[in-house]
């Protein structure tokens, strides 16, 4: 069982930056491939990035690469979503997910977290 928590959101202007961080409970964390996605409203939940267990391989969706960044500190059972260059249509509500998988398709995901909003103001 994986218990996680997002923190980091708010209000930010459009070419702004945000760190989102998701908290992860238990001891097998890096046995975990990590995942961040994101849903605006009325439109369906999308992935955004995705990062492998040891941390060697990420994957960002196009809309997001280049201005994005995914990592993780293991020791800390936390993973990160750097956002810069934000834009309006970045807004959303973000969850952070878990899986022993490698996807980016989110039913392939066991574990969410509860979300936490980001808003880009223009």
């Known amino acids: 069982q994986v218990q996680l928590v997002e923190s980091g959101g708010g209000l930010v202007q459009a070419g702004g930056s945000l760190r989102l961080s998701c908290a992860a409970s238990g001891r097998t964390f890096s046995s975990y491939a990590m995942g961040w996605f994101r849903q605006a409203p009325e439109k369906e939940r999308e992935f955004v990035a995705a990062i492998t267990g040891s941390g060697s391989t990420t994957y960002l969706a196009d809309s997001v690469k280049g201005r994005f960044t995914i990592s993780r500190d293991n020791a800390k059972n936390t993973v990160y979503l750097q956002m810069n260059s934000l834009k309006p249509e970045d807004t959303a509500v973000y969850y952070c997910?878990?899986?022993?998988?490698?996807?980016?398709?989110?039913?392939?995901?066991?574990?969410w977290g509860q979300g936490t909003q980001v808003t880009v103001s223009s």
């Open positions: 997910a878990a899986t022993t998988r490698w996807s980016t398709t989110l039913r392939h995901y066991d574990y």
